[in-house]
């Protein structure tokens, strides 16, 4: 079984910063990309932040030049650093993995639980 686990979450003020962790274990052969979503209530879940496994990166237009992707392949970790931060950036933030289990089987998406990031005015 595939298990993610984010950290790092909390609540913050206005302009400042928080770096959020994902640690994924379990059966894993390799893992192909890593994103960071978040979900407010009542709105769809946004993708914030994307890496691939070269080290590509793509980022939400309301982030860009504030959030910074990357990732520990050996470790199966990624990190979303978050400077700058806004009260619009109040949010589950979830962590996604897209990866194989095995070197023959297709890969899947696994995502975390979410850590509520709160950023106070």
């Known amino acids: 079984q595939v298990q993610l686990v984010e950290s790092g979450g909390g609540l913050v003020q206005s302009g400042g910063s928080l770096t959020l962790s994902c640690v994924a274990s379990?059966?894993?052969?390799?893992?192909?990309?890593m994103a960071w979503h978040r979900e407010t209530p009542g709105n769809q879940r946004e993708m914030v932040a994307y890496i691939d496994s070269i080290g590509g990166t793509k980022y939400g237009d309301s982030v860009k030049g504030r959030f910074t992707i990357s990732r520990d392949s050996p470790k199966k970790t990624a990190f979303l650093r978050m400077g700058n931060l806004k009260p619009e950036d109040t949010a589950t933030y979830y962590c996604r993995m897209t990866l194989r289990k095995t070197p023959t089987t297709l890969p899947s998406d696994f995502w975390g639980q979410g850590t509520q990031v709160t950023v106070s005015s």
């Open positions: 379990g059966t894993i052969s390799n893992i192909l990309s």
